[in-house]
């Protein structure tokens, strides 16, 4: 008998315990209705357009700046000897915007040092622009996710609180919550995107520079060679 009561016990107890509900993020984007839908499809679209941006210029600026150890002095070896040939070839051998900038040097040997420095200067540009190519989007994605997803959390809130005028302020508080939560998860991953965005677009900033100071001390060691005297 003392066995029985207890079984019973046991199972009452069990009935009354509340369900432990569970978080999926994928039950979560599916409940958010189409409008939380949307802006998470919205989201993880700039979430994968941030990560080719970044990976893309990433690569090419880790290729920008590979460049000979020995290239400059090579150069200052062939112009030092009058074989201004051999320097073009040698630049044209290295595919680098530091080459770049030297072989606009080169090709402007025996006009005005002033002109020479404004070539440089202008194929510098050239160069700093095709670095920094797209890479202005990742900015825009850094602003934009946070925004978005508070957009999204703003029309889930509406429709939350919609719901409740609506049923003369009888909604289950339990279903009141379960919107208002869903429509968080949209800010939530507004700022994953955002948050990763900024931290890629803020590492290219900071590859770029390297890239740009190398191209800058190039430019001076090559105006400092035509400054030698003969």
Do not use: W
């Not at 029985?4 to 999926?24: D, G, N, R, V, Y």
């Not at 989007?137 to 005028?165: C, D, Q, S, Y």
């Not at 003369?168 to 507004?190: D, F, K, P, R």
Request: charge should be negative; include cysteine.
């Amino acid at each position: 008998m003392l066995a029985t009561f207890l079984q019973q016990a046991a199972e009452e107890t069990a009935e009354q315990m509340p369900e432990e509900k569970t978080l999926s993020f994928i039950e979560l984007i599916l409940d958010g209705g189409i409008a939380g839908t949307v802006v998470i499809a919205i989201l993880f679209i700039l979430l994968v357009v941030a990560l080719y941006i970044y990976f893309e210029r990433l690569f090419a600026i880790k290729a920008a700046s590979k460049t000979d150890n020995n290239f400059m002095a090579q150069i200052k070896d062939h112009v030092a000897n009058g074989n201004i040939e051999a320097a073009k070839i040698r630049c044209a051998q290295e595919n680098s915007p530091v080459a770049h900038l030297t072989a606009k040097g080169v090709s402007r040997i025996g006009s005005p040092l002033e002109d020479i420095n404004t070539a440089i200067e202008n194929a510098g540009r050239l160069e700093v622009y095709n670095l920094e190519k797209n890479v202005s989007i990742l900015a825009t994605i850094a602003g934009a996710g946070p925004m978005i997803g508070f957009l999204g959390t703003v029309i889930g809130m509406v429709l939350a609180f919609h719901e409740l005028a609506s049923s003369s302020g009888q909604a289950e508080m339990g279903t009141l919550a379960e919107g208002i939560y869903v429509a968080m998860t949209t800010t939530v991953a507004g700022l994953i995107v955002g948050i990763i965005a900024y931290i890629g677009y803020n590492h290219l900033v900071v590859k770029t520079d390297k890239v740009v100071h190398q191209m800058e001390a190039t430019a001076v060691d090559f105006l400092d060679l035509l400054n030698e005297p003969a």
